[in-house]
């Protein structure tokens, strides 16, 4: 019944800015903690950010001043705002509900001049 649907990804020039949606249904986020995690072919899945119910954000070192993780608990959507994009940067992006392990299906992001 829970689903975490994942947008806002796209080609973008290095040093620009996505803004990724994360919208669920099925379970109220608030009071839960989200989180954002990506995965590049032939690479393990890896953390990028977490929020938790009371707004307390944690991000990986690589995205740690250039990635903003926020959420709208009113809209059931968490985002994450990506700054200074660089081609490392380029994977898939998943979204989780942090506790249970539930995914959404993930968004590309590809920067790339």
């Known amino acids: 019944q829970v689903q975490l649907v994942e947008s806002g990804g796209g080609l973008v020039q290095p040093g620009g800015s996505l803004r990724l949606s994360c919208a669920a249904s099925?379970?109220?986020?608030?009071?839960?903690?989200m989180a954002w995690y990506r995965q590049a072919p032939g690479r393990q899945r890896e953390f990028v950010a977490m929020?938790?119910?009371?707004?307390?954000?944690n991000y990986a070192d690589s995205v740690k001043g250039r990635f903003t993780l926020s959420r709208d608990n009113a809209k059931n959507t968490v985002y994450l705002q990506m700054d200074s994009l660089s081609p490392e940067d380029t994977a898939v992006y998943y979204c989780?509900?942090?506790?249970?392990?539930?995914w959404g299906q993930g968004t590309q992001v590809t920067v790339s001049s």
């Open positions: 989780r509900l942090y506790a249970t392990g539930v």
């Open positions: 099925g379970i109220r986020i608030s009071g839960k903690t």
């Open positions: 929020i938790t119910s009371g707004v307390i954000t």
